[in-house]
Structure formats: structure tokens, C-alpha cells
């Protein structure tokens, strides 16, 4: 599942608040999580493809910061 994935993939990125992410459940938080699992992957493929897209690599790695950036907020304010 999507969001499992997502809070695991967060969890390594945050170990910090890993203990959190472990522990929280909301449906807000599950959409952090299946939005950063989903571009994680399209970063890992957009990083494997050739000719290297690096437009596209740069908007995503942006985008799973921001969202790691967004779920530390969430997680320190619960």
C-alpha cells in the first residue's frame, strides 16, 4: 500500500521524528504519506531514465522536500 510505503520512506528521511510517524495516524497524514511515496518514485525514475530530465528532477526533488518540510509541521504540532 501506497501509504505504508510513503510513512516507511519517511521514517529513514526523518528519523528524528520517526517515533511520531510510527505512532500517528490521521487521514491528512496518509495523504503525506501516499503523495510521498508516489514522488519519491517518480524521482527514482526520473533520476534512472536516459536522457536525464533534470527539469523534472529538480521540481520533484523540491516537491518530496517540501512535503518532508510539511509532515514535520504536522507531526510537532499534534
Known amino acids: 500500500m501506497s501509504k505504508e510505503r510513503g ?6 528521511r526523518l528519523p528524528d521524528i520517526r517515533h511520531l510517524l510510527e505512532s500517528m495516524t490521521s487521514e491528512a497524514l496518509a ?3 501516499e503523495s510521498y511515496d ?3 518514485d517518480a524521482l ?3 533520476r534512472s ?3 536525464r530530465q ?3 528532477i529538480i521540481e ?4 518530496c522536500r517540501e512535503i518532508e518540510q ?3 509541521v504536522y507531526c510537532k504540532n499534534r
Open 60 to 63: 520533484y526533488e523540491q516537491l
Open 49 to 51: 531514465k536516459s536522457p
Open 54 to 56: 533534470e527539469k523534472l
Open 7 to 12: 510513512r516507511r520512506k519517511l521514517m529513514l
Open 31 to 33: 495523504e503525506m504519506f
Open 70 to 72: 510539511e509532515v514535520v
Open 38 to 40: 508516489l514522488a519519491v
Open 44 to 46: 527514482e525514475r526520473f
